[in-house]
């Protein structure tokens, strides 16, 4: 079965720093892997997803890179906002189907 | 509209009481997924649709759940004699390759 963990579980950082997000998962053998933002009591909204073939994505200030072979994905929030606090979650797909999440890290940005 | 819908976006309910949710997915979507999430967790998987056909459910999915998807478009989960446990927030989601999620359904049973 596979396990997802994401460490540390909540961060709070000076608006402008440089975030860092780590996500680990037991099992390499996985078809692709999704990082997604939750505001509370929302719905979750995709951030990058990374093809199980590629090492990095990126889409603006979001930086993610996968390392299949230990088993580590990290996201990079590059100069942290106040519209940034959320909590972060990590979702690795092991098959054709469903996603397994981690239990999420929630940031927030100090103004 | 093109994401994925998802009705009533709330419900309180007593236990024991029958509940039954929507889920409209993206359009043109063939795969539709279940999952549920409580606080501080991140969500787990309950079942997928392949257009109307339901491939894979999981052990969290007891014999009181019963989800369907008609003529594979919108689905609905139906809860049977809801249980306190049951209280947590169903997220819908569709897509083939990337998922894409609703707004979710908070449940909570008194």
């Known amino acids: 079965k596979q396990e997802v963990t994401q460490i540390p579980a909540a961060l709070s950082v000076p608006e402008g720093e440089n975030l860092v997000l780590n996500c680990s998962f037991t099992?390499?053998?996985?078809?692709?892997l999704q990082w997604f933002r939750q505001d509370p009591g929302k719905g979750l909204t995709s951030l990058l997803l990374i093809q199980s073939s590629q090492r990095e994505q990126t889409s603006g200030r979001l930086n993610a890179s996968l390392d299949k072979s230990s088993g580590r994905s990290t996201l990079y929030i590059a100069a942290s906002q106040p519209g940034d606090s959320a909590t972060y979650l990590c979702a690795v797909r092991p098959n054709d189907y469903k996603l397994s999440f981690g239990a999420g890290t929630t940031v927030t940005v100090r103004a | 509209d093109t994401g994925v819908s998802q009705d009533p976006r709330h419900k309180i309910t007593k236990r024991g009481q029958n509940v039954t949710f929507r889920c409209d997915p993206i359009s043109e979507h063939n795969r539709l997924y279940w999952y549920r999430q409580t606080l501080g967790q991140g969500p787990e998987f309950l079942t997928y649709f392949q257009n109307e056909a339901q491939l894979e459910k999981s052990r969290l999915l007891s014999d009181r759940f019963s989800a369907e998807r008609p003529k594979g478009s919108f689905s609905t989960l139906e809860i049977q004699r809801t249980e306190q446990g049951d209280s947590a927030m169903y997220l819908c989601?569709?897509?083939?390759?990337?998922?894409?999620f609703g707004p979710g359904t908070r449940l909570t049973v008194l």
């Open positions: 989601a569709s897509g083939e390759y990337e998922q894409f």
């Open positions: 099992d390499s053998a996985i078809y692709n």
